[in-house]
């Protein structure tokens, strides 16, 4: 066995976030809470000030999140941090709110820093940082990533600085009046984070067995998935994978799909979920670790890779095929020539890949969603 380390400090919490008040103690008497708009209509932002009231902890909102946050969002929030001296930030909210939240809090510890230089490894500490996810898909309340959009670079980059949260409560209730496309996009992308742990090039044998675990409890959840019915043990369960997925990636990385989605995201606006399992078939087909792919459709309890593409279709393209997205040859010619240049965002896939492999992957991903 190969020589691997494991780090995953987040203490995770699962269950009602009122159960949990006394976990948000310790940190200080200012929280600076970064979110998006849904969590005042889901009753999170109302649950968690509640807490802080109770335990009478000062609160700013920042609600302005934007989608895929970008470097201008989060100087706007980091601003607001830090004119209000927080003890400690808190990230509510999907993959977006929760990504920024882990930028401001290294902006609020040290302000002589810009969002900039945090693409940078750097050696910084931030502020205690606290994570309520109220999407089950990115796992960010589990894995120490950031990702921000970069507007300057035309594409969306994880910042160098890693940032684990504290505590991360995970509460399914939040997520009962959540669109069928926003929990499928979600759904798909923790799919997409085991899938990807499990085939990339810094896998071991611990992450390998949280993720065939992961991959056997998506297996209880996919008839839901694919019938887009989603009762409460569906959304719990959910929730859960979707931190198990984080656990990997934590170890791991993610790896080709998520590098390719990146350009159907900032190009066409795609959901990040969608916009990585476009490339999930692709990736199985081409990756030279047969014995592995086949372990991945075994814990799925699917027969072979079309009917793995089957199952993947009918859960992103009724969403996709009818938003109309239209790609140029010279699109996809871009957005494979820009990979293929970047060693380094192909270091996680464990083989050499050529353009052309690359191509073929885009190729195949962009027709599939195309009318
Ligand atoms: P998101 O962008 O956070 O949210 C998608 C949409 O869902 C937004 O309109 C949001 O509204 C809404 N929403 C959130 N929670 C809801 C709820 N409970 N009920 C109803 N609507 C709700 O999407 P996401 O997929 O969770 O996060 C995507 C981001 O995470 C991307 O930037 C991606 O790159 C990143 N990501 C990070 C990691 C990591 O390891 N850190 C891994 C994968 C992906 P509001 O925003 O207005 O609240
Ligand atoms: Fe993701």
Same mark, same amino acid.
């Given at each position: 066995?190969?020589?691997?380390?494991?780090?995953?400090?987040?203490?995770?919490?699962?269950?009602?976030?009122?159960?949990?008040?006394?976990?948000?103690?310790?940190?200080?008497?200012?929280?600076?809470?970064?979110?998006?708009?849904?969590?005042?209509?889901?009753?999170?932002?109302?649950?968690?000030?509640?807490?802080?009231?109770?335990?009478?902890?000062?609160?700013?909102?920042?609600?302005?999140?934007?989608?895929?946050?970008?470097?201008?969002?989060?100087?706007?929030?980091?601003?607001?941090?830090?004119?209000?001296?927080?003890?400690?930030?808190?990230?509510?909210?999907?993959?977006?709110?929760?990504?920024?939240?882990? *930028?401001? %809090? #290294? =902006?609020? $510890?040290?302000?002589?820093?810009?969002?900039? !230089?945090?693409? +940078?490894?750097?050696?910084?500490?931030?502020?205690?940082?606290?994570?309520?996810?109220?999407?089950?898909?990115?796992?960010?309340?589990?894995?120490?990533?950031?990702?921000?959009?970069?507007?300057?670079?035309?594409?969306?980059?994880?910042?160098?600085?890693?940032?684990?949260? *504290?505590? %991360? #409560? =995970?509460? $399914?209730?939040?997520?009962?009046?959540?669109? !069928?496309?926003? +929990?499928?996009?979600?759904?798909?992308?923790?799919?997409?984070?085991?899938?990807?742990?499990?085939?990339?090039?810094?896998?071991?044998?611990?992450?390998?067995?949280?993720?065939?675990?992961?991959?056997?409890?998506?297996?209880?959840?996919?008839?839901?998935?694919?019938?887009?019915?989603?009762?409460?043990?569906?959304?719990?369960?959910?929730?859960?994978?979707?931190?198990?997925?984080?656990?990997?990636?934590?170890?791991?990385?993610?790896?080709?799909?998520?590098?390719?989605?990146?350009?159907?995201?900032?190009?066409?606006?795609?959901?990040?979920?969608?916009?990585?399992?476009?490339?999930?078939?692709?990736?199985?087909?081409?990756?030279?670790?047969?014995?592995?792919?086949?372990?991945?459709?075994?814990?799925?309890?699917?027969?072979?890779?079309?009917?793995?593409?089957?199952?993947?279709?009918?859960?992103?393209?009724?969403?996709?095929?009818?938003?109309?997205?239209?790609?140029?040859?010279?699109?996809?010619?871009?957005?494979?020539?820009?990979?293929?240049?970047?060693?380094?965002?192909?270091?996680?896939?464990?083989?050499?890949?050529?353009?052309?492999?690359?191509?073929?992957?885009?190729?195949?991903?962009?027709?599939?969603?195309?009318?």
């Amino acid at each position: 066995m190969n020589s691997f380390t494991y780090h995953m400090p987040t203490k995770l919490f699962v269950g009602d976030l009122c159960g949990y008040i006394d976990e948000f103690k310790g940190f200080g008497k200012n929280a600076f809470i970064v979110t998006g708009k849904s969590s005042a209509k889901n009753g999170a932002l109302k649950d968690l000030t509640f807490i802080l009231d109770k335990l009478d902890i000062k609160y700013t909102v920042f609600d302005e999140t934007e989608e895929n946050p970008s470097v201008a969002n989060i100087e706007t929030a980091a601003s607001k941090a830090k004119a209000t001296c927080a003890d400690f930030v808190i990230g509510l909210g999907g993959g977006s709110p929760l990504d920024a939240s882990k *930028a401001v %809090a #290294f =902006l609020a $510890a040290n302000p002589s820093l810009e969002v900039i !230089d945090l693409f +940078t490894p750097k050696n910084i500490s931030a502020l205690p940082l606290l994570a309520i996810p109220t999407t089950a898909g990115t796992g960010s309340d589990t894995t120490p990533y950031s990702v921000l959009t970069c507007h300057d670079k035309g594409t969306k980059q994880v910042i160098s600085n890693f940032l684990f949260p *504290a505590k %991360a #409560f =995970l509460c $399914a209730g939040y997520m009962e009046d959540m669109p !069928d496309s926003v +929990t499928l996009s979600t759904a798909i992308d923790a799919f997409c984070h085991i899938i990807e742990g499990y085939l990339a090039t810094k896998s071991t044998y611990m992450s390998d067995l949280i993720a065939e675990g992961a991959l056997r409890g998506f297996a209880e959840c996919l008839p839901a998935i694919v019938g887009r019915n989603f009762p409460r043990d569906i959304r719990e369960k959910l929730i859960v994978l979707s931190a198990m997925g984080g656990v990997v990636i934590a170890q791991t990385k993610t790896s080709l799909p998520h590098q390719m989605s990146y350009a159907l995201t900032y190009h066409k606006n795609i959901p990040h979920g969608f916009a990585t399992a476009v490339f999930l078939h692709g990736f199985l087909n081409i990756h030279k670790n047969k014995e592995k792919v086949s372990k991945v459709l075994k814990c799925l309890d699917v027969s072979d890779l079309a009917s793995f593409k089957e199952l993947i279709d009918k859960i992103i393209l009724p969403d996709l095929k009818s938003q109309g997205y239209a790609f140029t040859k010279e699109d996809v010619a871009a957005y494979a020539g820009a990979l293929a240049a970047a060693p380094e965002r192909l270091a996680n896939y464990p083989y050499p890949i050529s353009l052309d492999e690359i191509t073929q992957i885009y190729d195949s991903g962009i027709s599939n969603i195309t009318l």
